[in-house]
């Protein structure tokens, strides 16, 4: 019974050490971190890489001498089998150790708590196997070798653990009252302070899973299918297939044993024959179960994609003007393109990944029980090495991958750029820049692809190199067993096809993990966002005003673009209900930035915006838009029918005021003339109209809404005189009653306006009627005296 017990405490051993790790990444994970090293922490740092190096000899020498040992096969000390798992155990541990002090490509050798907590198990097992071997082991000398190789690492563990937490005292010397002074007295201490294990985070450039999953977080939301029973259901049903899935592949090989015993002179297995043909029918992705529960997948695939590309699509939508005036539409519409390398993720990893995880943990099981533990042995040792090899090398291909995936964008928003500008690149002539940009791109791109290609080839390679390893080390164990008469042939066989069933999920993952690592680095964009919040929402007490007067106030304004350089510098006026006010000014004075403050497409710096004595920021944004119609300066259409622009603020207007509208923005007619009247496509950002038909359609459209206030940013500013006159009075019909911010380039369109105000570099200079500004005689007098001699 208790070398029994010392056999489990070895086989225990290392699967303690990278459990304890897991859970101790886990449970620090989102902590904060201090990414500056001093040169104390690195000295300890380097000394505590010596000391591993110095424990992984210790291990390679405990592995020689254990196989030394095994083959005396000494039956007094307990027998193989306690010789094997101490085997196993060193195997491991030479492993896991080794694996530590391979270089890492996120900075130099930084043990953190996770190993500090796998070191503390790592003596508390190296202290029970000296105990256990010492009561119930007879010592010659390849054992007293043993014994001397776990002292001395335990000596080793002891120094590495005492190295760190002297590194480390000063931490855990604080108390919650010193944490808040640290706080108080300066905004890195507390961070220095905090710092308890390493955890990058995601910061746009995640390179291990945890970090993926903790950045992906905010997509989970979207992965269950919470909207629909059925769907639910089926996907409770997929999981249940692919746990049967499972079963038969333990039953395939084990069925092909059964059926080679009953082979022989004379004998016609029919049976035998029959259910290892049923097994192979059900087996597998093509099988019979694998093909049903990837068709009964599809709807909910389908839903997924759904919900992650019209949830990023409609957060796009809602994100302040400042988001989309400062990207490239290019890289926004590739980012929104990436729901489904997501997707595709998902779908790999439930019905992939995790199917491959569980068929090699049953594979060790199994052969544990059935066979030998050396068989289950070496299953796991070419699976961790195997996945362990993938995930390695892709840290390095993830940098390279992501550099790909960063050009691949930028040639997909150059291209987009150009395009959309086309009349640009055709007026300056710039076919052939356009075309050496993108090849430059091109260039760029392929550069880092064929690292990516070049690397992933070394990794296929070395991977098969690992898997013909476990094939030859199965192989010769068994004839072995065969040989002395311990197995069967019909053994070999089952142990050959279980070993070789195995390969394909251990390809797969080679090459599910880079396309999954792919798919991430492709998604990151996506989530990125998702990560970004929009400048201007709905504050904690805005409530719905669907029924405003219209009366405008604006107190002392202020607000820039940029830091310390303000586009509007203390503005004050009010427009009452009904009236209209005009605003002029040179080009860059902060006409414009007035109406963008209006309309909410952002927060002022300093003062307020109130509309019937009501703050701007206590008005839902959808209400108080709901509530306002704009003519902007550059009118942009959709590639639809003029009818389907027409009718975009308001869909179920009917058409006879559709009609109305137009004639009263004078276009009805314009549109009749056209050989498709109102199904007429205006083409791409309307460019098949001319710029005075796009800005009557948008003064058409305005009118459509029926607003309670209007702003109109220069609406007549593309029309011609002639145009200009027939229109203004139709402008001055429909605004009647209506609150009205005019802001005017031709002064002629605004001399009945109840209130012009004069502005000059972000402050209002002049401000009073048409006739009191001209008998001012001040900045608004000579803007009309340059008018009208220019058009004189």
Same mark, same amino acid.
Request: hydrophobic letters at 45%; aromatic letters at 12%; a neutral charge.
């Given at each position: ?26 449970? @620090? ?59 196993? @155990? ?9 694996? $530590? ?113 903790? $950045? ?60 290892? @043909? ?41 994100? /302040? ?12 519409? /590739? ?24 068929? #090699? ?74 075309? &050496? ?38 192989? $010769? ?77 604006? &107190? ?80 942009? #259409?959709?590639?639809? /029918? ?13 058409? &006879? ?110 401000? $009073? ?24």
């Amino acid at each position: 019974m208790s070398n029994k017990f010392l056999v489990l405490v070895y086989y225990a051993y290392p699967a303690s050490l990278s459990t304890t790790l897991l859970i101790s990444y886990l449970a @620090c994970y989102g902590t904060s971190k201090n990414n500056r090293i001093s040169p104390r922490r690195l000295k300890v740092h380097r000394w505590l890489f010596y000391l591993q190096t110095l424990l992984l000899s210790n291990v390679a020498g405990s592995v020689i001498t254990s196989i030394t040992r095994l083959q005396e096969v000494i039956e007094g000390d307990g027998g193989p089998q306690l010789l094997q798992a101490q085997l196993a @155990c060193y195997i491991a541990l030479f492993v896991y150790f080794g694996s $530590g002090l391979l270089p890492d490509p996120d900075g130099p050798f930084s043990p953190e708590y996770p190993q500090f907590h796998a070191w503390m198990v790592a003596i508390s097992f190296e202290i029970l196997t000296l105990v256990l071997s010492g009561m119930y082991t007879t010592y010659d000398r390849l054992a007293t070798v043993l014994a001397a190789f776990s002292l001395l690492r335990l000596v080793l563990m002891v120094t590495m653990v005492g190295l760190f937490a002297n590194q480390n005292r000063a931490r855990w010397r604080l108390t919650a009252f010193d944490v808040e002074r640290e706080a108080l007295l300066g905004g890195d201490s507390i961070t220095e302070v905090n710092m308890t294990c390493k955890s990058p985070g995601f910061k746009g450039t995640p390179v291990g899973w945890l970090e993926y999953f903790y $950045g992906f977080r905010r997509l989970f939301p979207y992965i269950w299918p919470s909207d629909s029973k059925k769907q639910q259901t089926i996907t409770i049903l997929c999981f249940i297939l692919l746990l049967l899935q499972r079963v038969v592949n333990i039953m395939v090989p084990r069925q092909l044993g059964v059926l080679v015993d009953a082979l022989g002179v004379g004998a016609l297995p029919f049976q035998e024959v029959a259910l290892y @043909c049923v097994y192979r029918a059900l087996q597998g992705q093509q099988g019979i179960i694998g093909s049903t529960r990837a068709i009964l997948w599809i709807p909910i695939s389908q839903s997924l994609f759904s919900r992650l590309t019209t949830a990023a699509y409609e957060h796009v939508l809602l994100l /302040s003007l400042d988001f989309h005036l400062s990207k490239k539409i290019g890289e926004v519409m /590739s980012a929104l393109g990436k729901g489904s390398a997501l997707n595709t993720f998902l779908d790999g990893f439930a019905f992939q990944l995790f199917p491959m995880v569980f068929d #090699l943990a049953i594979a060790a099981v199994y052969l544990f029980i059935k066979f030998d533990a050396f068989y289950s042995i070496i299953v796991v040792a070419v699976m961790w090495n195997y996945v362990f090899v993938t995930i390695y090398m892709a840290k390095y291909r993830g940098k390279a991958r992501r550099q790909m995936a960063e050009r691949d964008r930028a040639m997909d928003a150059a291209k987009t750029d150009a395009i959309m500008a086309y009349e640009t690149v055709h007026y300056n002539g710039s076919v052939p820049l356009e075309v &050496s940009k993108l090849r430059m791109l091109i260039a760029l791109f392929q550069k880092a692809e064929f690292y990516v290609l070049f690397s992933l080839n070394g990794l296929n390679a070395i991977q098969n190199a690992i898997f013909i390893l476990g094939v030859i080390l199965v192989s $010769g164990l068994s004839m072995y067993q065969i040989s002395i008469g311990l197995h069967r042939v019909s053994d070999f066989i089952t142990l050959i096809t279980y070993f070789a069933q195995l390969q394909a999920p251990l390809a797969f993952f080679g090459s599910f993990y880079n396309q999954v690592q792919n798919n991430l680095v492709d998604a990151e964009r996506m989530l990125q966002l998702f990560n970004t919040k929009p400048d201007v929402v709905d504050g904690p007490d805005a409530h719905a005003e669907r029924n405003l007067r219209g009366r405008i106030t604006v &107190s002392n304004l202020t607000f820039g673009y940029s830091p310390g350089r303000p586009a509007l510098d203390n503005i004050s006026f009010e427009v009452p209900g009904g009236s209209s006010i005009a605003i002029v000014g040179e080009s860059g004075s902060g006409k414009s930035t007035i109406l963008k403050l209006i309309y909410r497409f952002y927060n002022p710096t300093e003062g307020g915006i109130q509309f019937d004595n009501i703050s701007a920021r206590d008005i839902t944004i959808e209400s108080l838009r709901s509530q306002i119609g704009v003519v902007p300066q550059d009118t942009m #259409l959709f590639n639809d /029918s003029l009818m389907y622009n027409l009718l975009y603020a308001r869909p179920d207007a009917p058409h &006879s005021e559709v009609f109305e509208a137009c004639r009263a923005a004078s276009i009805h007619q314009t549109i009749l003339r056209f050989p498709e009247g109102y199904d007429t496509i205006v083409g791409e950002r309307g460019l098949k109209l001319s710029g005075g038909e796009k800005q009557r359609i948008a003064i058409a459209r305005a009118i459509l809404k029926d607003p309670r206030i209007m702003l109109l940013d220069e609406a007549t500013a593309s029309l011609d005189s002639h145009t200009e006159k027939l229109i203004q009075a139709a402008l001055e019909n429909v605004t009647r009653n209506r609150t009205t911010i005019t802001i005017a380039h031709r002064l002629s369109t605004i001399t009945r306006a109840d209130q012009i105000l004069v502005l000059h570099m972000g402050h209002i200079v002049e401000r $009073g009627t048409h006739a009191d500004l001209i008998a001012y005689g001040g900045r608004y007098f000579n803007m009309w005296e340059r008018q009208t001699e220019t058009e004189e």
